[in-house]
C-alpha cells in the first residue's frame, strides 16, 4: 500500500471514529436532557404535594371592624389603603352583581395572558367572598414598604407579625398596578395596567429562626395598586388556579 493510500486509510478511519463520537456525544446529551427532564417532573410532583395551609392572615382581605383597614394587616403610615369593592360568594344567579362578575372576567381576562385557560368562575360560588383594596401613597421614605399581613399566629405570641423561614413557602396575590412600582414578595411579577397573579417561591432560609415580613416594597416616589387574595401559605403553589381558600389551622 502506498503513503498515499495509507494517509487516504487513516483519514477515513480518523472520520469515522468522530462520527462515532460524535453521535455517542448526541446519545448521552438526549439521555441528560431526559433523566434532567423526569428529575425535574419529579420534583414538581413533589413540591405540589406539600401541603398548602395559610401562614397569614385574611387572605380574603376582609375590614376591620372600623371597615377602614385590612383585619390582621399593617399598611404603611404614607400608604392610603380603600376597599373598592366586596363581591360576595354567592353566584350571580344567587346576587352576584354584573358589575362584580364583569370585572372578575377581566381579572381573568388578563392573567389568562398568563395562564391560558384559568378561570377564575366569575359568576360561580366561592367559598368566601373576596375584597378588593386600592393601596395609594405620594411620598417616599427610607423604609419604603407598602403593606403585610401579619403571621397567622399573631395574637398566641407576642410581637408574632412576621413568617416563619424553616419551610418552602409561596407568597402571592392578583395584583394590578395603576400608577408607579412595586416590587417583591406579593408582588413579584407585576405588570403596569394588567391584573397579573403575582407570586414568589421561597425556600427554607437555613438560618435558625429565621423569619421575613411579607411586605413588598414601593419602587416609586408615588403610586397606586389594586390588590385582592394577598397572603403566603407553606408549600409551593406555580398557578392561580390553587389559590384564593387556604386552609388556616387556628
Not at 147 to 158: E, K, Q
Amino acid at each position: 500500500m502506498s503513503t498515499e493510500q495509507q494517509l487516504v486509510a487513516v483519514v477515513s478511519a480518523a472520520n469515522r471514529l468522530t462520527n462515532t463520537v460524535e453521535n455517542k456525544l448526541g446519545e448521552i446529551d438526549k439521555a441528560l436532557a431526559d433523566a434532567r427532564e423526569k428529575y425535574e417532573s419529579q420534583i414538581s410532583g413533589l413540591t405540589r404535594k406539600i401541603p398548602r395551609l395559610a401562614v397569614t392572615r385574611n387572605f380574603h382581605m376582609a375590614p376591620d371592624t372600623t371597615g377602614a383597614l385590612i383585619d390582621g394587616w399593617y399598611v404603611h403610615s404614607q400608604v392610603t389603603a380603600t376597599k373598592t369593592r366586596t363581591i360576595t360568594q354567592l353566584s350571580q344567579s344567587a346576587g352576584r352583581s354584573q358589575a362584580d362578575v364583569d370585572f372578575m372576567r377581566q381579572v381573568q381576562a388578563d392573567v389568562s395572558e398568563q395562564f391560558p385557560g384559568f378561570d377564575i368562575w366569575a359568576a360561580e360560588y366561592w367559598r368566601n367572598p373576596i375584597n378588593v383594596w386600592q393601596m395609594k401613597w405620594s411620598e417616599g421614605s427610607v423604609s419604603p414598604w407598602l403593606a403585610f399581613p401579619c403571621s397567622i399566629d399573631t395574637g398566641r405570641l407576642s410581637g408574632a407579625t412576621p413568617v416563619s423561614l424553616n419551610t418552602h413557602m409561596t407568597a402571592a396575590a392578583f395584583v394590578r398596578v395603576v400608577e408607579g412600582a412595586v416590587d417583591g414578595t406579593w408582588t413579584t411579577g407585576n405588570e403596569k395596567g394588567k391584573w397579573r397573579w403575582c407570586s414568589l417561591g421561597m425556600d427554607p432560609a437555613g438560618f435558625f429562626s429565621h423569619y421575613m415580613h411579607v411586605h413588598p416594597m414601593r419602587i416609586s416616589n408615588s403610586g397606586l395598586i389594586e390588590v385582592m387574595l394577598a397572603g403566603a401559605c407553606t408549600g409551593v403553589v406555580n398557578h392561580p388556579v390553587d389559590w384564593g381558600t387556604m386552609l388556616a389551622l387556628g
